[in-house]
């Protein structure tokens, strides 16, 4: 089993920035893809951004587009999201979640999965 930690959350600013990091517990030989998820309170789960294994391939939601920017470092076992200018409705738990071979944006494709940093973002 893939271990996931995020970290970075905070209160900001409409119009702040914010890089929220995932460390994975370990760099496997198997390709995996990584993705960022969110979810405000009484909300579905909603996709943000992915990156597949190679960092190559990325997807975003129209929402964040843009704004977010996910990358990865295989050797470090990190992704990072690094989100500008922020918006109220950017206000969730965000969550990272990975799973084997190719990139996707629907959650319940994601094996593994963190155990969420708070983004809040304040008018």
């Known amino acids: 089993q893939v271990q996931l930690v995020e970290s970075g959350g905070g209160l900001v600013q409409a119009g702040d920035s914010l890089r929220l990091s995932c460390a994975a517990s370990?760099?496997?030989?198997?390709?995996?893809?990584v993705g960022w998820f969110r979810q405000a309170p009484g909300k579905e789960r909603e996709f943000v951004a992915a990156v597949s294994w190679s960092g190559g391939t990325t997807n975003y939601a129209d929402s964040v587009k843009g704004r977010f920017t996910i990358s990865r470092d295989n050797a470090k076992n990190m992704v990072d999201l690094q989100m500008n200018s922020l918006k109220p409705e950017d206000t969730a738990v965000y969550y990272c979640?990975?799973?084997?071979?190719?990139?996707?944006?629907?959650?319940?494709?994601?094996?593994?999965w963190g155990q969420g940093t708070q983004v809040t973002v304040s008018s």
């Open positions: 979640a990975a799973k084997w071979d190719g990139i996707a944006w629907t959650s319940g494709l994601y094996n593994f």
């Open positions: 370990r760099r496997t030989v198997r390709a995996y893809a």
